[in-house]
């Protein structure tokens, strides 16, 4: 049941330190207006268009390849043709890894093609072996050293859908830790059960990286119902698996972070920024993934732009997100002096499904405001909900030297059906999902834009080995 406004409002301010900063307060005309807002983006076919316009003109998009320099040239055209007063792009440099080709077949009594598709950070190389399957991470960590020599490791971890997706944690975790433990192990090759919740032969890819010193093997990803099958022909007896992957690393490339920005009215020194990733992998058009959060958020900017906000509003289209926060990372180093300036952040990378909860790192700092938000959000079917959400990707880095971060959190039990395969296309995302996101993104940014006073911003020295 939603929470009225006074609840909410109530609970906030429970939570509040004894010692409470300045009040910040958002005045009567700015949240009516955010209440008009609201109405307006529910029918605005912006973020759409926008959407439409990425997956098809450029389509997908992996980071370091011809299409990335496309999409870099879609976004500044893009931003530029919604109005945006400033764009402009800063640079990104990281390792460049290609997919050429991939294969999988059993060998033997049984043989048969499996769908498989190359982790990104594998080397080339063709293996033959018996697999020997682990029913999780932990398995596979228990086996004893050297007890894979010769041998394909097959971890097969059926991920969960949970509308946090928060069992990502186990299958993404998989993906990035288990090359390098069936290393350790001995073996020749990594094979592991989708991260995915589908049932489907669309396998899903995403990053993985070994450990420094140890030599990478051929690393890969089965579709959900070829990891079952595989799974029944290892329970029949020995299975040998031939798997075969052109692929790897190919020197540096150079990208762009693109930002635009509708200058601030009364504080233009002062920046909400929001925005998305704009790479994706190769298999997909990359609509989910996130082709919406940079719909969502460019089409915020675009229908703030007439309202004149107090504040610069900043979105970013981040560089190569999905092989390591590279773009992330390359906008803290150049902007973590920035960090009071900074108000607030908001990032939109975990699709376009219904959002349903809201969080802020100044939940203690600031309730009254964030009440006065929330009851603008309310209506879209929104809850406030306390110490459940994060910053998302792209962001992180900056929170991590002090910026403020606000939390929409989107209902991710699909989300994982899609991400990372060739099924993220734009025909999965709901019109009328997107455009409730685009009016969540507008509500708050314009909110946080209005207020007269801060979240909570402020510079904070880096972690040990960031």
């Given at each position: 049941?939603?929470?009225?406004?006074?609840?909410?409002?109530?609970?906030?301010?429970?939570?509040?330190?004894?010692?409470?900063?300045?009040?910040?307060?958002?005045?009567?005309?700015?949240?009516?207006?955010?209440?008009?807002?609201?109405?307006?983006?529910?029918?605005?076919?912006?973020?759409?268009?926008?959407?439409?316009?990425?997956?098809?003109?450029?389509?997908?998009?992996?980071?370091?390849?011809?299409?990335?320099?496309?999409?870099?040239?879609?976004?500044?055209?893009?931003?530029?043709?919604?109005?945006?007063?400033?764009?402009?792009?800063?640079?990104?440099?990281?390792?460049?890894?290609?997919?050429?080709?991939?294969?999988?077949?059993?060998?033997?009594?049984?043989?048969?093609?499996?769908?498989?598709?190359?982790?990104?950070?594998?080397?080339?190389?063709?293996?033959?072996?018996?697999?020997?399957?682990?029913?999780?991470?932990?398995?596979?960590?228990?086996?004893?050293?050297?007890?894979?020599?010769?041998?394909?490791?097959?971890?097969?971890?059926?991920?969960?859908?949970?509308?946090?997706?928060?069992?990502?944690?186990?299958?993404?975790?998989?993906?990035?830790?288990?090359?390098?433990?069936?290393?350790?192990?001995?073996?020749?090759?990594?094979?592991?059960?989708?991260?995915?919740?589908?049932?489907?032969?669309?396998?899903?890819?995403?990053?993985?990286?070994?450990?420094?010193?140890?030599?990478?093997?051929?690393?890969?990803?089965?579709?959900?119902?070829?990891?079952?099958?595989?799974?029944?022909?290892?329970?029949?007896?020995?299975?040998?698996?031939?798997?075969?992957?052109?692929?790897?690393?190919?020197?540096?490339?150079?990208?762009?972070?693109?930002?635009?920005?509708?200058?601030?009215?009364k504080r233009p020194q002062e920046i909400v920024l929001i925005g998305g990733h704009l790479d994706s992998w190769d298999l997909g058009t990359g609509a989910i993934d996130d082709g919406a959060g940079?719909?969502?958020?460019?089409?915020?900017?675009?229908?703030?732009?007439?309202?004149?906000?107090?504040?610069?509003?900043?979105?970013?289209?981040?560089?190569?997100?999905?092989?390591?926060?590279?773009?992330?990372?390359?906008?803290?180093?150049?902007?973590?002096?920035?960090?009071?300036?900074?108000?607030?952040?908001?990032?939109?990378?975990?699709?376009?499904?219904?959002?349903?909860?809201?969080?802020?790192?100044?939940?203690?700092?600031?309730?009254?405001?964030?009440?006065?938000?929330?009851?603008?959000?309310?209506?879209?079917?929104?809850?406030?909900?306390?110490?459940?959400?994060?910053?998302?990707?792209?962001?992180?880095?900056?929170?991590?030297?002090?910026?403020?971060?606000?939390?929409?959190?989107?209902?991710?039990?699909?989300?994982?059906?899609?991400?990372?395969?060739?099924?993220?296309?734009?025909?999965?995302?709901?019109?009328?999902?997107?455009?409730?996101?685009?009016?969540?993104?507008?509500?708050?940014?314009?909110?946080?834009?209005?207020?007269?006073?801060?979240?909570?911003?402020?510079?904070?020295?880096?972690?040990?080995?960031?």
């Amino acid at each position: 049941m939603r929470a009225t406004a006074l609840a909410v409002a109530l609970a906030l301010l429970v939570a509040a330190p004894l010692q409470a900063a300045q009040p910040t307060r958002i005045d009567q005309p700015s949240l009516d207006r955010a209440a008009a807002l609201r109405t307006q983006a529910l029918a605005d076919p912006t973020a759409w268009q926008v959407l439409e316009s990425l997956t098809t003109e450029v389509g997908p998009r992996m980071a370091g390849s011809e299409a990335d320099a496309r999409a870099v040239e879609w976004a500044r055209a893009k931003f530029k043709a919604l109005g945006y007063d400033r764009v402009w792009t800063e640079p990104v440099t990281f390792p460049k890894w290609e997919r050429r080709s991939e294969a999988a077949r059993v060998l033997g009594a049984h043989a048969q093609p499996l769908r498989v598709t190359a982790l990104g950070g594998s080397p080339a190389g063709t293996v033959e072996g018996e697999v020997v399957r682990f029913a999780d991470l932990a398995a596979l960590q228990a086996a004893p050293d050297g007890s894979l020599a010769g041998k394909i490791a097959f971890v097969d971890y059926p991920m969960q859908a949970r509308a946090d997706g928060s069992d990502y944690r186990n299958g993404g975790g998989i993906r990035w830790a288990g090359p390098s433990l069936a290393v350790h192990k001995g073996a020749i090759g990594f094979l592991m059960r989708s991260a995915g919740t589908d049932t489907s032969r669309a396998a899903h890819t995403g990053g993985t990286r070994f450990e420094e010193g140890l030599k990478p093997i051929p690393a890969a990803a089965l579709s959900t119902i070829d990891a079952a099958q595989l799974a029944r022909l290892a329970a029949l007896g020995p299975t040998r698996v031939q798997l075969a992957l052109d692929c790897g690393w190919d020197g540096q490339y150079t990208s762009q972070n693109v930002i635009g920005e509708i200058t601030g009215s009364k504080r233009p020194q002062e920046i909400v920024l929001i925005g998305g990733h704009l790479d994706s992998w190769d298999l997909g058009t990359g609509a989910i993934d996130d082709g919406a959060g940079i719909a969502i958020t460019m089409a915020t900017g675009a229908l703030l732009k007439p309202l004149k906000p107090a504040r610069s509003i900043r979105v970013v289209a981040f560089a190569n997100e999905e092989q390591g926060l590279w773009g992330g990372r390359a906008y803290m180093q150049k902007h973590a002096g920035d960090v009071g300036k900074h108000i607030i952040a908001v990032e939109s990378d975990f699709g376009a499904d219904h959002i349903y909860g809201f969080d802020s790192s100044a939940r203690d700092l600031q309730p009254a405001a964030l009440a006065q938000i929330q009851q603008v959000l309310a209506p879209l079917g929104i809850s406030w909900m306390p110490g459940k959400g994060e910053p998302e990707s792209d962001i992180g880095p900056l929170t991590e030297r002090g910026m403020a971060w606000a939390w929409l959190g989107h209902d991710g039990t699909r989300y994982f059906d899609l991400h990372h395969n060739a099924e993220d296309t734009l025909d999965k995302i709901n019109p009328q999902s997107l455009a409730q996101n685009t009016a969540a993104y507008a509500v708050f940014t314009w909110l946080a834009a209005q207020a007269d006073g801060d979240f909570g911003s402020a510079p904070k020295p880096p972690s040990a080995g960031k």
